[in-house]
């Protein structure tokens, strides 16, 4: 388990484009065979990937958290961005096809991942914070959620949000999750961009081609900086960072978020003309 650092938006400023790359961006999530978690101190979440070949993946305590078993303290919630795969939750199997996603709180123990084909592995997509009570699991298929369509065309940002954890839906302690597809031709998300220091946040961008790349915009609305990102990488946003970007394509990203509340609209607005 990698370990990151909060950082002040002061400090922040002075990085060079290794530096930033080194404290937000998350590059090799999907390893066949095996697990990897990052740490960060922005409000004590863990984003991760597990990606099960020939045999399963169990995921355990780590001394990082000091506990016996993953979710002795903690919730998380999990996409499925490869093939078919299941998760076993202290024994009961949940079939996970793309972009399928799933809940599981606080006192499950054991967690097991598996690949439906060893050719077209699963990569189960992880974000977990700490929690205070238990929620049950709760599975969710992406073709029943319909979502909300938002954006257009002439604004290059016409896009359907599926809210999936959150309060109108799955129930959680702290955790809120959707995964947002952009339509062919629309490359914009979030933008007018937004801030909410209430909550950090996490997108991993997916459905990039090889070549295709992603310019993710952070920072404070007034001194922006950029991370050029490809297929199926992560980066962490401060609570004080704006997050918003754009491709040389259509793409989705996965969007996690744990803080102070879970309420999807509540954000602090940032004016295009504030933007520097």
Known sequence: MELRYATHPEHAKTFTTEELRKHYLVEDLFVSG????????EDRTIIGGIQPAGSAISLEGYDEIK??????RREVGIFNIGGSGSITVDGESYEMANKDCIYIGKGKEKLTFTSNEEAVPAKFYLFSAPAHTSYPTKH???QDVPG???GAKE????RVIRRIIHIEGIQSCQIAMG????ESGSVWNSMPTHTHNRRMEAYLYIDLDEEARMFHLMGEPTETRHLVMKNEQAVISPPWSIHCGSATSNYAFIWGMAGENKTYTDMDKVAMDELR
């Open 148 to 150: 909300d369509s938002m």
């Open 67 to 72: 506990a016996d078993y993953f979710l002795e």
């Open 179 to 182: 995964i947002t597809i952009l």
């Open 140 to 142: 969710v298929s992406f």
């Open 34 to 41: 095996e697990t990897k978690l990052v740490y960060s101190m």
């Open 155 to 158: 604004s290059a940002n016409e």
